[in-house]
């Protein structure tokens, strides 16, 4: 079997690529480890971003993907229970992110690239590259019938997440990477509660809480806990007491739990993202905390980044953008984690006085009382929100 690019990994990641591939005539195969439903039904993220939306539609797929969803341009803090709005779209001339949660995404870029007769495989065991660092690479699997195949490609990209086989097969010493841990934990708790009207974050000397939509009647919440804490410690009872307190609203609407686990609150990036013919894309090159929803979001980025570079190489004969695919992305990805890390000092220092002390409690409250006092910081924090 001969492809020109093996794609590994059906994440968010993996189907963009896959369907802008598509749409420039490249072809390629997604091996993907799990099986299709269970894919589609992996609930994280839950807004693609302005930036994010675009790329669809600068490819042709606006309408497969993002039909009937709705946009939200308005985010609320909740400081000390005291609400206060803040508009993003207004702030960022329109630019407004989408409420799309990342199994509606999922699903609706398989169905749009099996539609266009795309080549995607699931239950892929044993996904295993070759030959990276030559001119002729190979991907090897096992089918789940026990079936060997080998696919010969012109490159391979690692679309596989964190935990995936595509970085882990690049030799130690190609890659400079960069690791922090926040010191912080948060629980997050996925409930059919019904959503808050806005992005919703609680700033509280109890702790930092959230709630987002992920549905017309769901919602995904998150709570700062200890980092040496257990689920046993955090039933539905005190879950549902701590949300009401954190975010100022003693009517809040509960549902039933169905999800709940911690999340690590740790960053990695890994440099370059590329190593002779395979390009790492989304999680398996970088992973960021949740705080500004840009997960998801740069995988999406360097997707397009990717597909547009394979294009060049593949169809114009220029392996410029290619060669410039790692630089371009990490741009981005610094760009985002320096806003993550900003977001996420001011969230929970303003609350939680234990964390970092009561000076470094009156900065942050400074930092978000600037966010609405002055129209530039406002402004410059809506276009890295939007
Ligand atoms: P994924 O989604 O992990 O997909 C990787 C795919 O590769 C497959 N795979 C393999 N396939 C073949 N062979 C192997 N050896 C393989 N190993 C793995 C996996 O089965 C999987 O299908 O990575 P991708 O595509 O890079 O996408 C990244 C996003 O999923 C991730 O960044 C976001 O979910 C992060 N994230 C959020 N991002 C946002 O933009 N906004 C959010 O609000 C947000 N909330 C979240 C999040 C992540 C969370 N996690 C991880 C628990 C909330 C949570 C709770």
Redesign the pocket.
Known sequence: ENVEVVI???????LTLANLLQRAGIGCVV????SRSY?EQRQ????LEHDGARVFEEWGLGESVLSGTSSDGRLEIRLDGRPRLFDVAALTDGRAGRVVP?QVLVQRLIATFLEGGGDLRFD?AE?TPHGLDGPTPAVTYTDADGGRHEIACAYVAG???????SRASIPEGALTTYTYDHGVAWL?VLADALPPRHALFGIHPAGFAAQ?ARGPRASRFYLECGTADSLDEWGDERIWEQLRLRLGDPDLPTGPITEK?F?EMRCFVADPMSYGRLFL????AH?IT?MG???????IADANVLAGSLRAALREGDEGPLAAYSETCLKRVWDHQEFSRWMHEMMHEAGNVTLAGPFRRQLARARLERLFASDAAARAFADLMA
């Open positions: 590994i990994g059906a994440g968010p990641a993996g091996l993907e480890r799990q894919v994280r993220a839950g807004v990342q892929a996904v679309c596989d997440g964190f935990h995936g086989v997050t987002f686990l999340v894309v989304g999680d398996a992973i949740p929803g840009k997960g998801m979001n740069l995988a």
